[in-house]
């Protein structure tokens, strides 16, 4: 008798090779096993909550406050724009994908008054045009996601962050899929609020806001009219009740302070725990893994005849965008490769959804024990689709790449 073998049912969950949420490391999950601490207690806030943003300024590169707020990627670009914009001001949104219109979306609610700058996505920013626009617009800030989750491209926030120092713009970024995956310098490429969220590159639990604030952008949040609309997201709260006066804060070193919101506990434990791992493991070290992984499952992809999206001088490493071979149905091959092989990876978003397919490599997820068996799925899964391939050339392309570049 034949019999089909689902190879996924001894499997208790699918790999996650999405662009986040990602795996997270054992001793980030173990962080999460104790019975809850209080939010406003001492030891909490001043052994984990503190220790942990001090950390993060290494991840971030900069010398700025770090402030960590329950929410996600999300809620970083919201209260980072909701804390430096009035209704009206000037903003120049740089859009290349659908993160860089969510930022659109936002400054709406805000009623900012912005102009989108329109990038095709996955083509290159021409940044000899961008530079006119700002110097037209002279806005009070200009926003762009540094690595464009949706098309799998990463954009060169240097050179935007330069511009927006020439016009005496804002640099809003947002470092979502980047941050601890891609190298992000805040402090050395001008950028006055670094937004990202916990579950991607920086291998931690969703459900935490990040956002690294210059000292620039504290003034701008001082000078406003009136205060921010939100009360649990605006960002000046955080200076005004937390930061200590020795970092530029309001409140006297050593005296009892407040968070602003309730932070959770295990999230920050984990966090906390996630960031002495990339630390340790060292930012250039965990780059150039990145850069590897992305560039084996590259090859391996294109061995199967496979072709990215993007323009190939900016794909990303940290996500992976692929044209589905045509006839093939995304979504079936996202099915067929969590249901018969346990490995879950994403479709296109928004009108490239029937179209791409897109692999994340990130944190633990950048390393051969993860890229080749998802190369492997995705060969077997396409197989049983009807797609045709040279059996185990992607997987052998991408580990002769490990094998050369590792
Ligand atoms: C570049 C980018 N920006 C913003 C977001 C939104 O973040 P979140 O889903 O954590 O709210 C995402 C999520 O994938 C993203 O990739």
Redesign the pocket.
């Known amino acids: 008798m034949s019999l089909t073998i689902n190879w996924a049912q001894c499997h208790t969950r699918p790999l996650l090779m999405i ?2 949420p990602t795996e997270l490391p054992f001793p980030v999950i173990q962080a999460m096993n104790a019975p809850p601490s209080i939010q406003y207690d001492r030891s909490f806030d001043e052994v984990v909550l503190e220790p942990t943003t001090l950390a993060l300024r290494d991840v971030f590169q900069t010398k700025n406050e770090v402030i960590l707020m329950p ?7 919201e209260a980072g724009a909701l804390s430096v914009i009035e209704p009206g001001d000037r903003v120049l949104v740089v859009g290349a994908g659908q ?1 860089g219109l ?1 930022m659109r979306e936002i400054m709406n609610r805000l009623e900012a008054d912005w102009t989108e700058f329109p990038v095709e996505w996955g083509a290159r920013l021409d940044m000899a045009r961008l530079k006119r626009e700002a110097e037209r617009i002279r806005p009070k800030a200009i926003t762009l ?6 098309t799998g491209t990463t954009y060169p926030a240097a050179e935007v962050g330069t511009i927006a120092r020439s016009v005496g713009a804002l640099f809003l970024l ?5 941050i601890a995956g891609i190298d992000v310098r805040t402090d050395e490429w001008g950028v006055d609020l670094n937004m990202t ?1 916990s ?2 590159c920086l291998a931690a639990p ?1 459900g935490l ?1 990040l956002v690294a604030v210059s000292p620039r952008a504290w003034e701008v949040m001082e000078r406003r009219s009136k205060p921010a609309r939100s009360f649990a997201y605006d960002l000046l709260r955080w200076r005004e009740w937390w930061v200590p006066v020795s970092r530029g804060g309001k409140v006297p070193d050593g005296a009892p302070r407040r968070q602003p919101v309730s932070m959770p506990t295990h999230l920050t434990a984990a966090m906390n725990v996630a960031v002495r791992l990339i630390l340790e493991e060292g930012l250039s070290h965990r780059f150039r893994r990145h850069e590897v992984a992305a560039t084996a499952l590259r090859r391996g992809v294109a061995a199967m005849g496979i072709e990215m999206f993007p323009d190939p001088s900016i794909v990303s490493n940290t ?1 992976s965008c692929l044209k589905v071979p045509k006839s093939i149905d995304p979504a079936a091959v996202v099915t067929q490769m969590r249901d018969r092989y346990g490995i879950l990876i994403g479709t296109g978003l928004d009108k490239m959804r029937t179209t791409t397919l897109r692999i994340g490599t990130m944190g633990v997820t950048a390393s051969p024990p993860y890229v080749l068996p998802t190369l492997s799925a995705l060969e077997l899964a396409l197989r049983d689709l009807g797609y045709k391939s040279e059996p185990g050339a992607g997987v052998a392309a991408a580990q002769a790449a490990f094998a050369d570049l590792g």
């Open positions: 662009p986040g929410g996600s990627g999300r809620t970083a670009l993160f969510l996601v540094h690595n464009e989750t949706s947002d470092t979502v899929s980047s969220g579950q991607k969703l806001a996500v």
